[in-house]
């Protein structure tokens, strides 16, 4: 069973601090990606991998940066942190392996910045 | 790119009801459509996933319709249950075609009242 571990469930922040969130998988996924998702809004697509130390924008990603320095890692990182990035942020994973298309999702960090 | 739109917004229904859910997708290109249920507090996971090759595709109680003409698709889950409240996200993308990115829609919050 496919395993996506973000390494802390809420998070609370103050305004300028630099964030870190952390992702792992554990099925060699060629894949990954973060999402933020907001009431009324779903899943918003913030950066996303498809290789070590590649990394492409979404649609969302002004206040965001991201590293991949290992297959199984992605993090998340806000560099100055805004109340306006207070959200729900979810990693997610795939393959790129014919016939499987479908992303496993993380449980997700809450993150609160006051 | 691909824009994907879903509606209702919100919907309740009695134990037992039938409920729908659609969405509809702007690239012509997308030949892949998945549907994820998101339980409170939970992660997103797959429940069902359809194929631009074919035009309806069941599991149990849940099924799914595309019509590629029209550009929409469809979540169709039948004897409702207390249990299937959560937020329904759709989704669209390309595959066999390099790598191209799952886009969601805004998604559903399914309140099915015993």
């Known amino acids: 069973d496919v395993k996506v571990t973000q390494s802390s469930r809420y998070l609370v922040k103050r305004t300028g601090e630099k964030v870190f969130l952390e992702c792992v998988q554990d099925?060699?996924?060629?894949?990954m990606f973060w999402y933020r998702q907001d009431p009324g809004l779903g899943l918003r697509l913030i950066y996303f991998?498809?290789?070590?130390?590649?990394?492409e924008k979404g649609d969302i990603p002004e206040g965001y940066s991201v590293s991949r320095e290992k297959k199984e890692r992605f993090s998340l990182i806000l560099e100055s942190a805004s109340t306006n990035q207070t959200s729900m942020y979810l990693c997610?994973?795939?393959?790129?392996?014919?016939?499987?298309?479908?992303?496993?999702f993380g449980s997700g960090t809450r993150l609160t910045v006051v | 790119g691909e824009n994907v739109e879903q509606h209702p917004s919100t919907l309740s229904v009695q134990e037992g009801d039938s409920a729908v859910i659609k969405c509809t997708y702007s690239?012509?290109?997308?030949?892949?459509f998945p549907w994820y249920k998101q339980e409170l507090g939970k992660r997103p996971q797959l429940i069902i996933d359809?194929?631009?090759?074919?035009g309806e595709k069941k599991d149990q109680r849940i099924a799914v319709t595309l019509n590629k003409t029209a550009k929409h698709f469809s979540l169709h889950i039948t004897e409702t249950q207390p249990e299937d409240s959560a937020v329904y996200f759709c989704a669209a993308r390309r595959v066999n075609t390099g790598f191209q990115k799952l886009v969601f829609g805004t998604g559903t919050r399914l309140l099915v009242s015993p």
């Open positions: 991998s498809y290789d070590v130390k590649m990394k």
């Open positions: 997610a994973s795939s393959n790129s392996r014919q016939g499987i298309y479908g992303y496993t």
């Open positions: 359809i194929r631009s090759n074919v």
């Open positions: 690239d012509s290109a997308s030949n892949y």
């Open positions: 099925m060699d996924h060629e894949n």
